[in-house]
């Protein structure tokens, strides 16, 4: 059916739904927009791909891709039942491959059929090629050995850690709390739980006792796994003394598995709570049969931020979920047997879960884990990983290509990179300069680069170059993955902009297996943040131009989501960590342009008429932030100003901060509305004048 835009539907007008606080930065079909696009270059299909003549890509030319996902988006049930069937293994099959759509918001995807996610990414490869290895684990030190883990051998270790999990009364459907290290110990964590059916929430470990706490609760963790430090850029991290203050407003945690990740002695352990993993696992044998799940049973849920309110848990099924990580994984990487896989995500990110864990693992690849930082010791980390282990997939971030750019080619040229692919990025929209830099400096020309664009919510790719197929363009995500119908939509009316040269907001017409199926304990709330907004649509919030070759050019988010370093921040949230301090009046926070993470947050803020101005207060409120969300969240410049520009019904305009912080003054628009014009040009003032 064609969809009807959301005001036909006297649901959600979306004119209401757009305008004012919740989505800002609306494009408008503006075909200039396309501008920049229509000028990029095309590159042709990586040398590399074709370079090994035994070696056929997965996807082998345009015409191939194009029948592909034309049939995976005319015949989905056909399409993913067939990739179903050989891409994982069932333990009951399905007969009903799909039911249900995006109107309705109840998608789901082999429904009847049984399986279980640490069979399919451990067990059926421990008994093919036990001896090959499956995980690589390298520390944040070029010096400490690294770890490699056969299949085999993740097979015991993943056991015993569940026979544990099972003792202390955990049963399927039951939620774990992970918090942990980017290690090898946090991929047995996860499987373990995938094991028994255990719903794992991973939190990334940079977050605060706060943001922990508030995550563990919500999803009612029975058990957290940690470790004792963290190890960053030759820094410890206290991980156990977080969790513990965490804990103590957590009382649904009623055992702590605790991994030795540098074993200091001062950790302190509560010994009726806190087990070390070692002791935890010992008494269980290293082999413990896989809980057989139903397709649509939960396998994780993964805590994001969004415009409003608290964080979303968002839930991801076991076979939905898991296909859409193996099927993009061997696609748009283009996986082959001796692959040697590297994503140098954090598992706290969904990027983690899916191609660090769930995609290589599904496809018995060797995976390969990094605890470290790209510039720490020396800003050759990445390549020196490359080089040491001939690796031949590369996945990382804008921010951190940029962060090693400025250390110029030498550190790069100093390593052989030849073994490498396929080169990814993912996380943020990758400028023409760095995705050339990419390109020219670390791919030699010779290897394939794709920018995959996708989200928490899709669980894999959506948009994407696939390697042996798609000429790619620099800042372009390409052309849709199998499964996704994209459309440019019209944000103010809902109406689909056909055609190419067209910008508005990114939708997707119809359910893919991966989509999350709903927020935990708030089905209204999916509802509500992505299909109402545009009936029969999923709503991905991010603003995008399809050029004249219909090539598709991520804009960047159209809601109140900051996207810093690739991490997503809500401005709420940022916000009310800032009022809830005891200086702080009001508080607006933007996303300015940042040379480095893309984004950074700028707070602007008016205190309490207790409080007067100080030099200390900026401090205060940043670690006011720091303490509620964590490091990732801190804001780059925390302005005092004696009030902030609202209209006269009291709405804070922060269409105005965001042009002043992105040093667009003159381009301010109408400020009549404002209850206060004057207040503008002393808030430009303050700003120019860096404290
Ligand atoms: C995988 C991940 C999702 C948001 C998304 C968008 C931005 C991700 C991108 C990209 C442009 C890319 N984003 N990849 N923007 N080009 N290749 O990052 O998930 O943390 O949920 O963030 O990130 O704005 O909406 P998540």
């Given amino acids: 059916p064609v969809a009807q835009p959301a005001s036909a539907t006297g649901e959600h007008p979306p004119g209401a739904a757009l305008v004012g606080t919740k989505y800002v930065k609306v494009p408008k079909n503006d075909p200039s927009q396309a501008k920049e696009a229509n000028d990029a270059p095309k590159f042709p299909i990586a040398p590399r791909m074709t370079a090994d003549k035994g070696r056929v890509p997965h996807v082998a030319s345009t015409q191939q891709y194009l029948e592909m996902w034309q049939r995976s988006v005319d015949k989905p049930a056909e399409f993913f039942a067939e990739q179903a069937r050989e891409l994982l293994s069932w333990m009951t099959p399905f007969s009903v491959a799909h039911h249900g759509d995006l109107h309705h918001g109840d998608a789901s995807w082999f429904l009847d059929g049984t399986l279980n996610a640490s069979y399919i990414c451990v067990d059926r490869h421990a008994f093919a090629t036990p001896d090959k290895v499956a995980i690589i684990y390298e520390a944040d030190h070029p010096d400490r050995p690294h770890v ?19 003792a202390q009364g955990l049963r399927k459907g039951d939620a774990v709390g992970i918090y942990l290290p980017n290690t090898a110990h946090a991929v047995v964590a996860m499987l373990a739980c995938a094991r028994l ?25 029975k058990v957290l796994i940690t470790a004792d430090q963290g190890m960053r850029a030759g820094k410890e991290i206290n991980i156990k003394s977080i969790a513990d203050e965490a804990l103590r407003e957590a009382p649904m945690v009623q055992k702590v598995i605790v991994h030795k990740r540098t074993g200091n002695p001062n950790v302190k352990m509560d010994p009726t709570r806190d087990i070390y993993w070692d002791e935890a696992v010992k008494s269980h044998r290293p082999y413990c049969p896989p809980v057989p799940m139903a397709a649509e049973d939960p396998l994780f849920m993964l805590y994001t931020s969004g415009s409003t309110g608290k964080p979303k848990g968002l839930m991801h099924t076991t076979a939905g979920y898991l296909l859409g990580a193996a099927l993009s994984t061997k696609y748009v990487f283009d996986v082959h047997e001796g692959d040697k896989f590297a994503c140098v995500a954090d598992v706290g990110w969904i990027t983690g879960h899916s191609y660090i864990v769930y995609g290589p693992l599904a496809l018995g690849t060797t995976t390969l884990v990094f605890e470290g930082v790209p510039t720490w010791p020396e800003p050759d980390m990445y390549w020196r990983l490359i080089q040491k282990h001939k690796l031949t997939q590369f996945y990382t971030s804008p921010t951190a290509l940029r962060a090693l750019r400025k250390f110029g080619d030498e550190p790069v040229k100093k390593y052989d990179l030849t073994s490498v692919r396929v080169l990814g990025s993912v996380g943020e929209p990758i400028d023409p300069n760095t995705w050339m830099w990419l390109h020219d400096v670390v791919g030699k020309g010779e290897a394939a680069i794709v920018d995959t664009y ?53 939708a997707f017409k119809q359910a893919w297996p991966s989509m999350a199926r709903t927020v935990f304990g708030d089905h209204d709330r999916y509802l509500e943040t992505y299909v109402r907004p545009y009936p029969g649509y999923y709503f991905t919030g991010d603003g995008c131009t399809r050029d004249h070759d219909g090539y598709l ?21 940022i916000e009310s960590a800032l009022t809830a301090h005891e200086t702080c009046a009001e508080a607006a926070v933007v996303g300015a342009p940042d040379e480095i993470a893309g984004q950074c947050v700028i707070a602007f803020v008016t205190l309490k008429h207790t409080h007067i101005p100080t030099s200390e207060i900026p401090a205060l409120l940043t670690y006011a932030v720091r303490r509620s969300i964590g490091p990732i969240a801190t804001p780059k410049r925390i302005i005092i100003v004696p009030d902030l520009p609202k209209t006269r019904s009291g709405k804070v305009m922060r269409r105005i901060l965001r042009k002043i912080v992105a040093n667009e003054t003159d381009s301010l628009g109408d400020l009549s509305t404002l209850s206060d014009p004057s207040v503008v040009q002393t808030i430009i003032d303050l700003h120019n004048n860096k404290q």
């Fill in 197 to 221: 059916g255990l719903v794992h929430s991973v939190i990334f470990a940079g977050f605060s006792a706060e943001a922990l706490r508030d995550r563990l609760r919500d999803c009612q963790c």
């Fill in 454 to 506: 996708w989200q928490t919510e899709t669980g894999a790719h959506v948009l994407t170059p696939l390697p042996g197929a798609i000429e790619t363009k620099p800042g372009s995500a390409t052309v849709p993955f199998f499964g996704v119908r994209p459309a440019i939509l019209d944000p103010q009316t809902g109406e689909e902009l056909e055609g190419n040269d067209v910008s508005g907001v990114l």
């Fill in 148 to 166: 490699e883990i056969t299949y085999r051998e993740l097979l015991r270790q993943v056991c015993q850690l569940a026979g544990a999990l099972h």
């Fill in 553 to 573: 050019w991520i804009k960047g988010r159209v809601d109140d989501v900051i996207n810093n370093a690739g991490h997503r921040l809500s401005v709420a949230e």
